[in-house]
Nanobody
Framework: VQLQASGGGLVQAGGSLSLSCAAS????????LGWFRQAPGKQREFVAG????????VYADSVKGRFTISRDKAARTVYLQMKSLKPDDTAVYYC????????????????WGQGTQVTVSS
């Protein structure tokens, strides 16, 4: 499956931003879509994941209560709504897909979109 991420930008701390990830190509019903992020000098980390069929979600502790992942099956798009953003949320955000359940291990994801930069100013 091919993934196209969009929606990054610059926002002040406390603000909101929404990311989108459009999927094209063949995708199985048991696919999982995930969002990861990578800040300069840091490893890529899991942010949130959602199962395509049932919409089951998992969040990293650092974003619980602030970020919401959702999917529109008809539009074949996954969204990441981010609220109460902090400077620590600054990173390049990536969407990724895998065949199977949600995992926080980035090695478990086969397909990756290009990153989109999110910058939160203090």
């Amino acid at each position: 499956v091919q993934l196209q991420a969009s929606g990054g930008g610059l926002v002040q701390a406390g603000g909101s931003l929404s990311l989108s990830c459009a999927a094209s190509g063949s995708a199985r019903a048991n696919y999982t879509l995930g969002w990861f992020r990578q800040a300069p000098g840091k490893q890529r980390e899991f942010v949130a994941g959602i199962t395509w069929n049932w919409g089951t979600t998992v969040y990293a502790d650092s974003v619980k209560g602030r970020f919401t992942i959702s999917r529109d099956k008809a539009a074949r798009t996954v969204y990441l709504q981010m609220k109460s953003l902090k400077p620590d949320d600054t990173a390049v955000y990536y969407c990724a897909a895998r065949n199977g359940e949600i995992t926080a291990n980035s090695d478990g994801y086969k397909d990756w979109g290009q990153g989109t930069q999110v910058t939160v100013s203090s």
